[in-house]
């Protein structure tokens, strides 16, 4: 019971010096909330970057490549042709894979959805929500080369992979697959939107796959879709480079040393690097 007292004491005597000191305890409260924020972010950035493993089979054996230009600066942008020319040489890897991010406009037509049911509750019929024309919104999109899920050893949760449709059918009938986050977050997990269309960019697209939980693939977060490379200039017509793809990745076959690996990249190389300016040798 003392020790109660005492404390209650000491609260007290506390409230009433932070009350008389209202600048002092403003100032205080901002910087430990600003301390603790900086700290969040820092430590999370740490995690999404540092600490978390790709995923994937064996993500130790995975190799970035790009371009090192005359300058001496790298350029890890190379186009669609560049990445086949790779993917179709390069023998010593297991898979080579090309990757891009984007955000495109996204609409969903007859997809009971969050922006839906945001609009059928009280506040949407108030009036009260933005309004969002043909329930539009922007979604971010990872651009993968159509091997991507199969190098690194990941199946669909639900549905399929670019891999099973082949080129012929997604230039047919182009696909998409959504993640399984996005899945749950804007379609409550709804198994009816496989086979569903959508629109990217005014493209539209069928969903013929789910990503599993919380798949990142060789980014730092969840996309909210999944977008074969070789449908870019559906996203992008106007493009005058059929697409370009951020950091080619190889997958190492195994029992070869590195430098075995990095001599067996022929010198075919020189006809691509003369497509992109400025660049004289693969780093």
Request: with cysteine.
């Given at each position: 019971m003392?020790?109660?007292?005492t ?6 005597y506390?409230a ?12 205080s409260?901002?910087?430990l ?8 972010v ?23 490549f790009?371009?090192?230009l005359?300058s ?7 186009s669609?042709?560049?990445y086949?020319?790779y993917?179709?040489r ?6 080579v ?6 955000q495109?406009r996204?609409?969903a037509?007859g ?7 945001e609009?059928g509750?009280?506040?949407?019929r108030?009036g009260?929500l933005p ?8 979604a ?6 159509e ?6 050893g ?5 549905g399929r ?5 082949g ?9 998409v697959?959504?993640?399984e986050?996005?899945?749950?977050r ?34 730092v977060a969840?996309p909210?879709f999944w977008?074969?490379?070789s ?5 992008h017509?106007k ?12 997958w190492?076959r195994?029992?070869?040393r590195r ?8 010198w075919w190389?020189?006809?691509i690097?003369?497509?992109t300016?400025?660049?004289s040798?693969?780093?």
């Amino acid at each position: 019971m003392i020790l109660l007292e005492t404390l209650r004491q000491d609260l007290r005597y506390a409230a009433r010096t932070l009350f008389r000191n209202a600048g002092f305890t403003t100032v205080s409260v901002f910087a430990l909330a600003l301390g603790i924020g900086v700290n969040t972010v820092a430590f999370t950035a740490y995690k999404a970057f540092v600490v978390r493993p790709l995923d994937g089979r064996e993500p130790g054996t995975l190799v970035n490549f790009a371009l090192r230009l005359q300058s001496g600066a790298t350029n890890a942008r190379f186009s669609y042709p560049d990445y086949q020319g790779y993917r179709d040489r390069l023998h010593s890897f297991t898979g080579v894979i090309a990757f891009s991010i984007d955000q495109l406009r996204f609409t969903a037509s007859g997809i009971a959805n969050r922006r839906s049911a945001e609009a059928g509750s009280w506040m949407g019929r108030l009036g009260l929500l933005p309004a969002t024309a043909n329930n539009a919104e922007f979604a971010s999109t990872f651009i993968v080369s159509e091997n991507y899920f199969s190098v690194l050893g990941v199946s669909a949760l639900r549905g399929r992979t670019f891999e099973s449709v082949g080129l012929p059918e997604l230039a047919a009938s182009p696909s998409v697959l959504v993640s399984e986050n996005y899945w749950q977050r804007r379609f409550f997990g709804d198994p009816s939107v496989l086979g569903k269309s959508i629109r990217l960019n005014g493209a539209a697209f069928t969903i013929i796959g789910i990503t599993p939980h919380n798949f990142i693939g060789t980014s730092v977060a969840a996309p909210d879709f999944w977008l074969p490379l070789s449908l870019y200039p559906l996203i992008h017509p106007k493009s005058n480079r059929l697409a370009f793809c951020s950091w080619p990745s190889r997958w190492w076959r195994p029992g070869r040393r590195r430098g075995e690996r990095c001599a067996s990249i022929p010198w075919w190389r020189s006809d691509i690097s003369s497509r992109t300016s400025d660049s004289s040798q693969t780093g």
